[in-house]
């Protein structure tokens, strides 16, 4: 069982940043492989990024790759979505999840455990 809190979030101007912070409690984080999605008002979730295990394995959707980094810090339990040149359409509800999968991947629907969300709303 692995429990998620997401924090982070908040209001920000486009171009700017924020780092997103997901801590994990119970047992063996380290392997779980975790990744981000999102969700703006009446639409689906969609994926962001994810991140294997070890770190070493990184996946990024096409909408936030060079812009986004996911990371981890196992010694901490916890996984980090740094968000650069954020966008009004980066606006959403982001949700870290978790799954004992080697790399979870872009199927939400592969991950097992997920965090209730943190806010992000980027002003124009």
């Known amino acids: 069982q692995v429990q998620l809190v997401e924090s982070g979030g908040g209001l920000v101007q486009a171009g700017g940043s924020l780092r997103l912070s997901c801590a994990a409690s119970g047992r063996h984080f380290s392997s779980y492989s975790m990744g981000w999605f999102r969700q703006a008002p009446g639409k689906e979730r969609e994926f962001v990024a994810a991140i294997s295990w070890s770190g070493g394995n990184t996946d990024y959707a096409d909408s936030v790759k060079g812009r986004f980094t996911i990371s981890r810090d196992n010694a901490k339990n916890t996984v980090y979505l740094r968000m650069n040149s954020l966008k009004p359409e980066d606006t959403a509800v982001y949700y870290c999840?978790?799954?004992?999968?080697?790399?979870?991947?872009?199927?939400?629907?592969?991950?097992?455990?997920w965090g209730q969300g943190t806010q992000v709303t980027v002003s124009s």
């Open positions: 999840a978790a799954t004992a999968q080697a790399m979870g991947g872009r199927d939400q629907y592969s991950y097992t455990y």
